[in-house]
């Protein structure tokens, strides 16, 4: 599997902003989705962006004009802007991945560990 990670969770104010990363270990194509998805303590892992080969990013409504879902095809990376941040943003953040590896383009659906953004005041 193609492993992912991410990276710049953190402590933010109410109103603040956060942007996340998550890059791939290796050289990937043919994607067909990339994604952030997040998961608050008790509940269960919810979409908060998604991007589907052949079709527009959709986000959450909850997320809607605050959050922006980017990438970097060269880099292999995959980003979240989170902009007016709200202490219901609190959560562990994980990124997800479904493509083809360039070694041997081999099918992957990957996620990443997760990284923790936390709003509070």
């Known amino acids: 599997q193609v492993q992912l990670m991410e990276s710049g969770g953190g402590l933010v104010q109410p109103g603040g902003s956060l942007r996340l990363s998550c890059v791939a270990s290796?050289?990937?194509?043919?994607?067909?989705?990339m994604g952030w998805y997040r998961q608050a303590p008790g509940n269960e892992r919810e979409l908060v962006a998604r991007?589907?080969?052949?079709?527009?990013?959709n986000y959450a409504d909850s997320v809607q004009g605050r959050f922006t879902l980017s990438v970097d095809n060269a880099k292999n990376q995959l980003y979240l802007q989170m902009n007016s941040l709200r202490p219901e943003d609190t959560a562990v953040y994980y990124c997800n991945v479904i493509g083809r590896r360039v070694r041997d383009g081999n099918f992957f659906n990957s996620w990443g560990q997760g990284t923790q953004v936390t709003v509070s005041s």
């Open positions: 290796e050289s990937i194509f043919n994607i067909i989705g």
């Open positions: 991007f589907l080969s052949g079709s527009s990013t």
